[in-house]
């Protein structure tokens, strides 16, 4: 049985930075592109960085020089490093896992394994 569980979200200020953290369990990690979503309501869930597994990353436009995208397989553990934290960058953000290679794309659909999330607030 798979298992993504995010930690690491909470309340900072706008420039201020916060790490992210996913843990998973129950999948080939090492195997398996990963990726970073985040989603507001009313919104549609967008997509933040992914990392494929040799260690290739992607970001969205909004993010790019601000988050950095990591993995770790000797932990089965995905990161996401936030700074220079805007208000804009306040969303619930999902960790999703593609269990394979191909494709490593900034779609939701293309991912089949999601956490429950974890809440990010930036405050002006």
């Known amino acids: 049985q798979v298992r993504i569980v995010e930690s690491g979200g909470g309340s900072e200020q706008a420039g201020g930075s916060l790490r992210l953290s996913c843990a998973a369990s129950?999948?080939?990690?090492?195997?398996?592109?990963m990726g970073w979503f985040r989603q507001v309501p009313g919104k549609e869930r967008e997509g933040v960085a992914t990392i494929n597994i040799d260690g290739s990353t992607s970001y969205a436009d909004s993010v790019k020089g601000r988050f950095t995208i990591s993995r770790d397989s000797t932990k089965n553990t995905l990161y996401l490093q936030m700074n220079s934290l805007k208000p804009e960058d306040t969303a619930m953000y999902y960790c999703?896992?593609?269990?394979?290679?191909?494709?490593?794309?900034?779609?939701?659909?293309?991912?089949?394994?999601w956490g429950q999330g974890t809440q990010v607030t930036v405050s002006s």
């Open positions: 129950g999948l080939t990690f090492s195997s398996s592109c």
């Open positions: 999703a896992a593609r269990r394979s290679r191909f494709l490593c794309v900034m779609r939701s659909a293309y991912y089949g394994d």
